[in-house]
Nanobody
Framework: QVQLVESGGGLVQAGGSLQLSCATSGRNFSSYAMGWFRQAPGKEREVVASISWSGETTYYADVVKGRFTISRDNAKNTVYLQMNKLKPEDTAVYHC?????????????????WGQGTQVTVSS
């Protein structure tokens, strides 16, 4: 199992950018598909992006497509989420997720491990 620790959240104005990082520990990071999901108060959990173990294939939810970019550095055991053109509706706690099956499992909302999350607040 992999342990996940997110960082990089904060308060930003609408239209601004943030980059989230997820540092992992445990074996065989490069064999895990990774992703990010978010949860806002009173709302359902929402997967925003996932990436294959190689980094060659990515998935984005329609609501973030063209604004968010997921990437990974297998040498550093880290996955990133670059968020641009942020909107107030992007406000949520963002969690990193890992799964040993595939990125499509994460895209479908199923993952084996996830972190505590980092708060992202976008002011209007």
């Amino acid at each position: 199992q992999v342990q996940l620790v997110e960082s990089g959240g904060g308060l930003v104005q609408a239209g601004g950018s943030l980059q989230l990082s997820c540092a992992t520990s445990g074996r065989n990071f490069s064999s895990y598909a990774m992703g990010w999901f978010r949860q806002a108060p009173g709302k359902e959990r929402e997967v925003v992006a996932s990436i294959s173990w190689s980094g060659e294939t990515t998935y984005y939810a329609d609501v973030v497509k063209g604004r968010f970019t997921i990437s990974r550095d297998n040498a550093k055991n880290t996955v990133y989420l670059q968020m641009n053109k942020l909107k107030p509706e992007d406000t949520a706690v963002y969690h990193c997720a890992a799964d040993g099956r595939s990125m499509w499992a994460i895209a479908g909302g199923s993952f084996g491990s996830w972190g505590q999350g980092t708060q992202v607040t976008v002011s209007s």
